[in-house]
């Protein structure tokens, strides 16, 4: 496993309600770990269990994202391991413990020296990553666990939509809610038929996060693509607050759709984009053209590989 998928396991850390008197031990890898148990639970974790877990990931001491006050993390136990990761030990736990890691980043430099992030200087010796991690709940299956993340992403979906709709208000945005949960401020109306699930769209955007970050966009030649956005409106070939958030926009309007996490990217979004997770999106988008339905491809040509 590379370094890029070693940095997204450690994104496997929570909330510690108490240091406790546990002493630092290591993984067969040499991380050093801290098991902490304030709980009398003793459902243990297994090989194919499904573990609910609250995190904190630290680089250099400095909090670099926590699901405090946000949705918890399900992470299948698989079984396969990496050196110098929490899935050597995961089977150690069970519910209720917490665990504290450390992860130096000389051990990775060691590992794979020429890995760009470390070319770069993006990561240098003698940096660390720090991780705290509840076990919150284990599932024995996969249906199980399902179950329980769908009750809380409904909870918290309808808790997104206030955050959203606090920070416009805060921000005097003249964005008006959707039934879908989007916001959409107007700048240009546009003109003739409102765009309905089925119509091929073309589109000019700019994606941001709340905070101003531009992850992505068709007119900044940055990102090294300007050509139009083109895709089937109720596809899925969007995240879903795109898809919802151009439905009856006409030819040629110009707005920005406000979109809670849960409708962009949730807990999961591309680890290159910058874009963390639960992070609420904006995107400045342009109607650029409208058509009933997706153009036929063209007929095969005689002698043209199937």
């Excluded at 992470?75 to 995961?90: A, F, K, R």
């Excluded at 993340?149 to 909870?155: F, L, P, S, V």
């Excluded at 416009?168 to 989007?182: C, D, H, R, S, Y």
């Excluded at 309905?196 to 955007?205: A, H, K, M, R």
């Amino acid at each position: 496993m590379n370094f890029k998928n070693l940095v997204l396991i450690v994104f496997i850390g929570g909330i510690v309600a108490s240091c406790g008197q546990a002493t630092y031990k290591k993984t067969p890898g040499g991380m050093p770990y801290k098991i902490i148990s304030t709980s009398n639970d003793t459902q243990k974790v297994f090989d194919g269990n499904i573990i609910k877990v609250q995190f904190t990931r630290t680089f250099n001491d400095s909090v670099e994202f926590t699901t405090t006050n946000s949705l918890p993390v399900y992470i299948p136990v698989t079984g396969q391991s990496v050196p110098y990761d929490l899935s050597e030990i995961w089977t150690k736990f069970k519910k209720g413990d917490s665990v504290i890691a450390t992860q130096m980043m000389d051990t990775f430099i060691k590992r794979n020296p020429q890995h760009p992030d470390f070319v770069s200087g993006k990561y240098k010796k003698g940096d660390k990553i720090g991780i705290k991690m509840k076990i919150l709940d284990v599932f024995t299956s996969d249906s199980l666990a399902r179950v329980d993340e769908e009750e809380m992403n409904k909870a918290w979906a309808i808790k997104e939509v206030e955050l959203v709709a606090n920070y416009i208000k805060e921000n005097k945005i003249n964005a008006q809610k959707t039934e879908t949960g989007v916001f959409i401020e107007t700048i240009e109306a546009g003109t003739g038929n409102p765009i309905v699930e089925g119509n091929y769209v073309s589109l000019s955007y700019t994606g941001k996060t709340f905070g101003g970050f531009k992850f992505d966009s068709n007119t900044d030649s940055t990102f090294g693509h300007l050509e139009p956005l083109r895709f089937t409106v109720g596809n899925r070939e969007m995240i879903k607050g795109v898809d919802l958030g151009v439905l009856n926009l006409k030819k040629g309007a110009h707005v920005n759709i406000y979109i809670p996490s849960l409708l962009g990217y949730g807990s999961q979004p591309n680890p290159q984009s910058g874009i963390k997770p639960y992070e609420h999106l904006v995107f400045d988008v342009v109607v650029l053209d409208i058509k009933e339905k997706a153009p036929s491809a063209p007929p095969m040509q005689p002698g043209q590989p199937q």
